[in-house]
């Protein structure tokens, strides 16, 4: 819309007329300009209050959410953090949360180009399906509920509110989603937050970062909701789980990462590692049963901590299900291929023989090589000399003890255990699954067994008769996360699990007024 001089000129003197006349000025102003003014109606002036207009609010950041130290990104996200809870309302962090989805949709492809040339692993197609899946299933301040009580003594009401400033550590796997996802979340919950990522993944970390900061401000947003140290270390990491301004860790990750957490003396909220089994009975639609494990289990060449990691199957069903699954691209190893699989992606310690199989027998220690980590099911094949391009997964027969059951191995090498009675597959998928209470998968339609595989393995994700993936939304009803918290009890995270609850008291609820 364009204004004319002359309009410009009213509409001064207008707004001068008006001033100075609740200044209790007499009007004596003069016609600016060469115009001669024309009386206008007077400008009805709004109430100025302190909340900026959201679409006019812009605030510099020289880094652009990327800083050196931890101190400078702390400090910069404590001072966003002030200016997004007090100027900022509901309404606006919605508009941030879309500018978010928006960008990401945007750069979905180069962000899952750059996440597998940076760390060498997973699958571009499916990550970039884990992108579109974090931005349509990660809720936003819908989430956040408040609890109200009324009575005799008045009213009462529990609020979720921002812990302030996290500090959130992230995995190699799932590295920009999990920004992502914690951003949408922590943010939907009137936080911000400083990134320690992966140091393998910090090249596509910062330019989502980046991404993410300009869209913002774009949209007229504080700078600096969104933060990371640019060169992340070990030593970053403590230094941000140790710093006062940081209310709140929140670590994705395997065990270490989360031990480490919880040992800072802050609230951490620990999301770690998965040994995912999966049981298999002779009531199981087998059809269905091979293409969800096969889904699953090579989706991201496996690198998802809910994927499925072994298979338990009753004997009844095991030739009908692994036939299912070589018909629908699976390709089994026999033995000699197996051993050639074997010494291609693990190591052997040296050291004694250890205990913690699943049937308890003393065994040899294995670890897993990690240049093999997120491969292609046709890469491990092509490497282990077997001439097979087309195979989303290998699979094998192995014994319960066997390393490819015990480690979380993630790579599309799925072992098929055979066992004589359900009791005995749920026994060994819980020793296999080792207590981290990550996620378990039956395909079954006997209620009664899934009840009783889901009471004693107790895992925070319990998927039946669909791929895993269900279990994050990708298939399946509920939001997605990309932060499973298992271990601190907060499950599939959201906006509310970054919340304080404060409680909030009206006395005596007006009964001084009727008397
Ligand atoms: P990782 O534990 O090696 O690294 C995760 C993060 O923690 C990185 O930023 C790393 O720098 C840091 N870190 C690693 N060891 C640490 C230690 N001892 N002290 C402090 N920080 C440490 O894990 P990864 O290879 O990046 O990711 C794969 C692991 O994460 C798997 O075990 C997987 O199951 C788990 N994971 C869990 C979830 C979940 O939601 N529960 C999601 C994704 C991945």
Known sequence: MSISEETLQQIIKSVVTQVESELGHKHSAPATGSQSATPVAPVKMKAVTNKPVFKEHTYRSSGEG???????AVSRSAAAQKKYVKHFTMNDRVTVLNAI?????SSKDTLSKMAV????????????QKHELVCKKTPGIEDLKTEAMSGDDGLTIIEEAPFGVIGAVTPVTNPTTTIINNSLSMLAAGNTVVFNVHPSSKKVCSYLIREL????VQAGGPADLITMVADPTLDTLNELAAHP????????GGPGLVKSLLQSGKKAIGAGAGNPPVIVDETADLVNAAKSIILGASFDHNLLCIAEKEVFVLEEAANELIYQMLDQGAYMLNNEELSRVMSLVLTEDSSSPVAGGCTGKPSKKYHVKKEWIGQSAAAIARAAGINKENIKLLICETDPDHPFVVLEQMMPVLPIVKTQSFEEAVEWAVAAEKGNRHTAVIH?????RMTAFAR??????????????AGVGFGGEGHTTMTIAG?????????????????????EGGFRIIG
């Open 66 to 72: 990327i800083y050196t130290t931890v101190d400078e």
């Open 101 to 105: 989805k928006q960008t990401v949709l």
């Open 117 to 128: 040339e940076e760390t060498g692993i997973g699958c571009y197609e499916d990550k970039i």
């Open 213 to 216: 900061h300009q869209s913002i």
């Open 245 to 252: 301004d940081i209310r709140l860790l929140v670590g994705t």
């Open 444 to 448: 079954s339609t006997n209620v009664d």
């Open 456 to 469: 004693a393995i107790e895992t925070t994700i319990f998927v039946k008769n669909a791929s895993s993936l």
């Open 487 to 507: 271990p601190t009890g907060e499950g599939v995270t959201s906006a509310r699990s970054f919340t304080r609850k404060r409680r909030c008291v009206l006395a």
